[in-house]
Nanobody
Framework: QVQASESGGGLVQPGGSLRLSCAAS??????MGWYRQAPGKQRELVAT???????NYADSVKGRFTVSRDNANNTLYLQMNSLKPEDTAVYYC?????????WGQGTQVTVSS
């Protein structure tokens, strides 16, 4: 299993930016994903990045979020720009396709004026 620790969340005004980080417990040389869960909603996958750096995004964040990774340091990043109130959620990172990996504590992102 890979355990992840997310950080970088906070309170930001609409239109602002945040950069989230995810430190993995060991090598993450596989597809990684950023997920989020808003209050009262199901957890959703918002961005993925392959070991080679290919990325995919949910339509709701495309053009605003950028996922990147540092394989040497087992770290994943999510740059979030032009944030909207509907981006408010707890954000998590996790390997894609590994259901036995546990979820980390996540990092809270709140977009509000």
């Amino acid at each position: 299993q890979v355990q992840a620790s997310e950080s970088g969340g906070g309170l930001v005004q609409p239109g602002g930016s945040l950069r989230l980080s995810c430190a993995a417990s060991r090598s993450i040389f596989t597809i990684m994903g950023w997920y989020r869960q808003a209050p009262g909603k199901q957890r959703e996958l918002v961005a993925t990045i392959s070991k080679g750096g290919s990325t995919n995004y949910a339509d709701s964040v495309k053009g605003r979020f950028t996922v990147s990774r540092d394989n040497a340091n087992n770290t994943l990043y999510l740059q979030m720009n032009s944030l909207k109130p509907e981006d408010t959620a707890v954000y998590y990172c996790k390997r894609v396709g590994y259901p036995l990996d546990s979820w980390g504590q996540g990092t809270q992102v709140t977009v509000s004026s």
